[in-house]
């Protein structure tokens, strides 16, 4: 198993799980994500992940719905990323990306594994669940993204980055340099 797909399988199960506990009355509060609701994150993970896969499944793009069931939607999407990574083949395929083209594997690892990383934070605070996420997943991601500062904040990506507090958790400063306010 690639490290890339064990990664995005570890994230999906967290992403998953906080997708699960959502309670029904839930998904039309509001995330840290301005002017999104907890449904609209989980659409959007979906909707990349469609976008995403697509090149490689062959389908077309199929857009999802404000009356979509987004718990069936994401477990068929995120299914359909394993799979794809699963395949030594599928997974080195290239493919277009916000960043230019690159294999699907690294594509997943470098931007697929942090929205789905970000928008269980996002997902977890809006639904009022635990939003902790394991130490390594987000220094990881910090640690890929803080050279890509500058192209992280060209219109349309992240807002412009927050001063973590003093002494905060690697999570919290990876949010904080995303322009989340934690």
Avoid: K, N
Wanted: with cysteine.
């Amino acid at each position: 198993m690639s490290d890339v797909l064990e990664r995005f399988r570890s994230l999906a199960d967290d992403f998953s799980t906080r997708v699960e506990a959502v309670p029904p009355s839930a998904w039309d509060d509001p995330s840290p994500c301005e002017g999104w609701t907890s449904r609209d994150v989980v659409a959007h993970v979906i909707g990349s992940a469609l976008r995403f896969v697509t090149p490689i499944t062959g389908a077309a793009p199929v857009p999802f719905g404000p009356d979509d069931d987004v718990v069936a939607g994401w477990a068929d999407a995120g299914a359909e990323i394993e799979a794809a990574l699963a395949d030594p083949d599928r997974a080195g395929q290239v493919v277009p990306g916000p960043f230019g083209d690159m294999p699907f594997e690294m594509l997943v690892g470098r931007l697929l594994c942090v929205d789905v990383l970000v928008q269980t934070s996002d997902l977890a605070r809006a639904a009022g669940l635990d939003d902790t996420i394991d130490a390594e997943a987000p220094a990881h991601a910090y640690e890929g993204l803080r050279p890509l500062d500058a192209m992280l904040r060209a219109p349309g990506r992240f807002d412009a980055a927050i001063e973590p507090p003093e002494g905060a958790d690697v999570q919290t400063q990876l949010l904080c340099f995303l322009g989340r306010r934690v």
